[in-house]
T-cell receptor
Framework: SQQGEEDPQALSIQEGENATMNCSYK?????LQWYRQNSGRGLVHLIL?????REKHSGRLRVTLDTSKKSSSLLITASRAADTASYFC????????????FGAGTRLAVHP | SQTIHQWPATLVQPVGSPLSLECTVE??????LYWYRQAAGRGLQLLFY??????ISSEVPQNLSASRPQDRQFILSSKKLLLSDSGFYLC????????????FGQGTRLTVV
């Protein structure tokens, strides 16, 4: 079953603008992760934020986590056409094997 | 460095035919291994995971099975494919330690006709 719900489902912006994607989840988590998928390819890990962290940065990426609201956001600043992809949040939950539950993703299109 | 290989990249199979997708990991030992399926425009659904040789757990009962004959080899199989088995199949691995990311192969696009 899918736990993460991304919002919006699709996002279209111009180069240079910021892109914000949100993720909500339902159960307790160990961590929350964001992945990127170019069309027809595998997923690439972007960033992991642990349940006791509130904000994390990596280059042009900023992730926040609000465990009281069971939500996370991914901000991509100064977007580029190469950022065009689908972005998925995945919740790391207890299960003895690094179980990840993925949302349906946000399709981001960045126009030159 | 660790790498994950998954093949074939695309596959078209008739209904009722068998399936074998293979995934191998290099550069690490005793990884957790996973098979996911992704329907068009959707997120990933975990099908199977394995924490060791011969240890397979299924998340979703269906027409597929998985095997791990060697530490870094994970195979997804079916004896008779259904139309509903079409999709994008992804193999992934993660280290045993907790709070870690997963590393994905490039996926196999399976079309059952």
């Amino acid at each position: 079953s899918q736990q993460g719900e991304e919002d919006p489902q699709a996002l279209s912006i111009q180069e240079g603008e910021n892109a914000t994607m949100n993720c909500s989840y339902k159960t307790s988590i160990n961590n929350l992760q964001w992945y990127r998928q170019n069309s027809g390819r595998g997923l690439v890990h972007l960033i992991l934020i642990r349940s006791n962290e509130r904000e994390k940065h990596s280059g042009r990426l900023r992730v926040t986590l609000d465990t009281s609201k069971k939500s996370s956001s991914l901000l991509i600043t100064a977007s580029r056409a190469a950022d065009t992809a689908s972005y998925f949040c995945a919740t790391g939950v207890s299960g003895g094997y690094n179980k990840l539950i993925f949302g349906a993703g946000t399709r981001l299109a960045v126009h030159p | 460095s660790q790498t994950i290989h998954q093949w074939p990249a695309t596959l078209v199979q008739p209904v009722g035919s068998p399936l074998s997708l293979e995934c191998t990991v290099e550069g690490t030992s005793n990884p957790n291994l996973y098979w996911y399926r992704q329907a068009a425009g959707r997120g990933l659904q975990l099908l199977f995971y394995s924490v060791g040789i011969g240890q397979i757990s299924s998340e979703v009962p269906q027409n597929l099975s998985a095997s791990r004959p060697q530490d870094r080899q994970f195979i997804l199989s079916s004896k008779k494919l259904l139309l509903s088995d079409s999709g994008f199949y992804l193999c992934a691995w993660s280290p045993k330690r907790g709070n870690t990311e997963a590393f994905f192969g490039q996926g196999t696009r399976l079309t059952v006709v």
